[in-house]
């Protein structure tokens, strides 16, 4: 008796430490690609300052480039082997710092990429930059004074051939919105307030508030609004005609020029960084506060691929935060491949299973 007693002791025994095991590999399945990048004493005035200390936003492409922001005075770092080297960009130099992802505003459609850029320290310089999808310079996004903290988040008019319209969210002033008619070199100040501003074309700017979105068609004279949903993504993203935005209750979308929103297939509560958009319009990932979720079929599924990660020793402990979403995420399709990148901390990737 004694001897069936000790066994199933020792079999209890052997599953627990399979469990804690099994737990221990899946937790190491997200590796580090920035551990060399960052070895050489970066920003020391800032070692314990998760705000501005290594990288501020991650970028992965959909042919799965990955474009990567250090806080500081930096070139963009390209990486075309998954995170295992780094290359800098030339004549990309950027000042400042960036807030993750939604930092950078992409064009899935030309391919094009604009980069906001805020302040480290008050009344410091801020240079973001708008670039061609390759990463040869289009133009450089300043700031309206020395004063002014720079640009949180914010977004060109992509249809345009030379994007000279930008709007930008001021950083700090949670909802004062800013035009810029020449490529971001001078600005206006709105008589509008959002967090989440949006443009879809020269003339049309979208704003998710509180209460809902809004729509102008005289670049921001005059609003209305026209629609309930409550957006969580700080801008809408493009997608040949088309513009997606993430909210409470889903992924949601318009094929009118922002005129009306439409719920994107399945709901799928609280998402907020993405879409990310894979080898076509179908294929799309959104990160909400349970973990990844990837569509093939323009929203109508959904499936749960990995569980939510918060990069380590990044700002606001890497969070689920709606008010400060400052981790960066990526998916590259072709590979199976996550990215996560923390403000102030390091970036990883996670295979996924083939």
Known sequence: MMKVKQFKRMKKLL??????????????QWEIITEKLFANGENPAFADDPFNRMMGALLCKPDGDLW????GQHPIYRSNDQGKSWQPMPDTETI????????????????????????????????????????NVIGKIGKPSVQHD??????????????????????????VVWLSEDGGESWQKLDFNSRNPGVIDARTFVAGNDDGIYLSGDQGQHWEKVSDFVVT???????????????????I????????????????SGTLWGPYFGTSEQSMMVVNQDGFH?????????????????PPNANVDGEYNVIHPTNSYGWDEKRKILYAGGLGANAYKFELKK
Not at 68 to 71: A, I, T
Request: charged fraction near 15%.
């Open 233 to 251: 993504g700080k801008n809408p993203v493009r997608y040949g005609s088309n513009n997606y935005w993430t909210t409470e209750e889903g992924v």
């Open 150 to 175: 720079g640009w949180t988040w914010g977004m060109p008019a992509w249809v345009q051939q030379e994007p000279n319209i930008i709007l930008g969210k001021e950083h700090h002033k949670w909802v």
């Open 15 to 28: 599953l627990l430490i399979l469990l804690i095991s099994s737990s221990a590999v899946h937790a190491q």
């Open 96 to 135: 400042g710092r960036a807030y993750g992802s939604f930092s950078f505003s992409l064009d899935y459609t030309s391919g094009r990429v604009a980069l906001f850029m805020i302040v480290q320290k008050k009344n410091s310089p801020a240079q973001g930059l708008v670039l061609s999808s390759k990463g």
């Open 253 to 268: 979308w318009s094929n009118n020029q922002g005129k009306s929103w439409q719920m994107l297939g399945q709901e799928i």
């Open 68 to 71: 990567l922001v250090r806080n």
């Open 294 to 310: 990837i569509t093939t079929d323009h929203g109508q599924n959904w499936d749960k691929v990995a569980d939510y990660f918060a």
